[in-house]
């Protein structure tokens, strides 16, 4: 599979990204993993197993937009890193193209526009053969914060 990645890659707000992934419980039941982040975009994927498929065998179309949630989520820590501010959905819309029923599936978010309090994110979904099978918008409500992403970091661990 072709890598999907970010122009300038970041390693250390992926080693962050990596212990937000782990401590988060949704992404830990989804099995949602942070690949890639750079600033304004975000490379994640799910191992698509047994637990994502709808009745009809084709990875249900939550997985799709939980995924594309998330990475939006890691675009906008990466525009603001290594401040933290929060971002809440206010609207996805996934344009489904061709059903996946095994493998890899893959996303890279890009933030598009930001205009606080408001982000605009586009989102590409791939499978194990790195052709697309989706598309995305999605749009962040963003708050900023006194706090940095490690004072995040260290509440999550101090909880932990």
Known sequence: MQELRCEASNDELLRTMKIIEESSPYWVLIGIRVE?????????????GRKHLQVLGTVHGGVH??????????????????????????????????????????????????KEPMALITAELRNKNNELIGTSTTTYWITPTNKTLNDIINELRSKA
């Open 36 to 48: 890639d982040v750079g600033r304004d975009c975000a490379v994640g994927f799910v191992e698509i």
């Open 65 to 114: 937009a939980a995924l594309i949630d998330a990475m939006a989520w890691v675009a906008i820590i990466s525009h603001y890193y290594p401040r933290y501010v929060i971002a809440v959905t206010t609207d996805l819309t996934v344009k489904y193209l061709k059903p996946i029923t095994e493998g890899v599936l893959k996303t890279i978010a890009r933030i598009t526009h930001v």
